[in-house]
């Protein structure tokens, strides 16, 4: 089983849903972004990443804008089915941007980071690290293009931070031409061949038919969406 939600934003309380308590061995939470417990450092923080790392199931997220992403970079890098993650501890994991993974036997393209305007929040880190998250560098760009190629540019699902610049129009929401990743996810959407393409930035749980779901504190079983 597959599910999603939006920012968690280092509140706990998010894993005593139901629905995320129901999963077993082998099933996998996705995260849109803002995970929020990669934060200062504390020891009571390494306790909760531990904590969510001893889950039977895979914790896995993309990064969001409102990250201590100084700190997130200390985690080792490794190939996981498929793709670049993080590990964090034990089964949970950071999957790196512009990778595809191989999950339940679906394929799964991830590609977290964005603009940090919406929702306020100011991470403990460096802005010139904050800024790399904000934007996209040549080398992310080719590694995400050769992702895509190497899977006939067709996947089961997207999982991101921010939406592709013309479905946050259709939300009201804020945009900027000089977004480069919402610029960027836009111009793969009309390239990629998808099911379902999920995205936490603007704090809001909403489908926009046919393809797109917001996320922020709602739990969906990617499976079971059309």
């Known amino acids: ?21 129901s999963l077993r061995k082998g099933d996998t939470l996705l995260i849109c972004g803002d995970l929020g417990f990669i934060w200062n450092g504390t020891d009571k923080e390494r306790r ?18 409102h990250e201590n992403f100084d700190l997130l970079e200390t985690y080792p890098t490794e190939q996981w089915n498929g793709g670049t993650v993080r590990v964090i501890s034990g089964n949970l994991r950071q999957l790196v941007r512009g990778s595809v993974f191989e999950l339940e036997g679906k394929r799964v393209f991830a590609f977290g980071g964005g603009s940090g305007e919406v929702n306020g929040g100011t ?17 992310e760009l080719a590694a995400s293009e050769a992702a895509l190629s190497e899977c006939g540019n067709s996947v089961d ?35 990629l061949t998808f099911r379902q393409w999920f995205f936490g930035k603007h704090h809001i749980n ?15 079983n990617a499976e079971t969406l059309k």
């Open 123 to 139: 991470a403990p880190c460096s802005a010139e690290t904050a800024e790399r998250y904000e934007l996209l560098s040549q080398s």
């Open 206 to 220: 909403k489908q926009v038919p046919p393809k797109f779901t917001a996320l922020f504190d709602n739990v969906v």
């Open 1 to 21: 089983m597959i599910l999603v939600t939006g920012d968690i934003h280092g509140d706990i309380g998010r894993f005593s849903d139901k629905r995320i308590k």
């Open 48 to 65: 909760v990443l531990k904590k969510l790392g001893r889950r039977r199931y895979n914790v896995l997220f993309v990064e969001g804008a």
């Open 157 to 191: 699902y997207v999982v991101s931070y921010e939406p592709p610049i013309t479905i946050a129009e259709f939300l009201d929401q804020p945009v900027s031409a000089t977004d480069s990743v919402g610029v960027y996810l836009d111009r793969i959407r009309s390239e």
